[in-house]
Nanobody, 122 residues
């Protein structure tokens, strides 16, 4: 069973920065996709950034140039560096990973983190 643990959320002033982390544990053979989503109060969950195994990263227009997704394959961890934060970035942020578990036969997995709250306010 694969599990994700997120950390790094909190309260920050407009213009500030935060870095979110999401670490995967379990019998993982490979992780093909790592992504961050967010859900603001009263709104639907939306994609923030996603990186596939091919190496390309796609960002939502609203965060392009301010947020950066990076991954550490040795630690099965994905990060979201958030700079120049705005009040409209306030949301619960969720990571999601998809890949294959170790074992024979190998099975695919897709799991979500528990979410971490980011509040941007003065």
């Amino acid at each position: 069973q694969v599990q994700l643990v997120e950390s790094g959320g909190g309260l920050v002033q407009p213009g500030g920065s935060l870095r979110l982390s999401c670490a995967a544990s379990g019998s993982i053979f490979s992780i093909n996709t790592m992504a961050w989503y967010r859900q603001a109060p009263g709104k639907q969950r939306e994609l923030v950034a996603v990186r596939s195994s091919g190496g390309s990263t796609r960002y939502a227009d609203s965060v392009q140039g301010r947020f950066t997704l990076t991954r550490d394959n040795t630690k099965n961890t994905v990060y979201l560096q958030m700079n120049s934060l705005k009040p409209e970035d306030t949301a619960v942020y969720y990571c999601k990973m998809a890949g294959r578990v170790a074992g024979v036969p190998s099975r695919s997995f897709e799991v979500w983190g528990q979410g971490t709250l980011v509040t941007v306010s003065s």
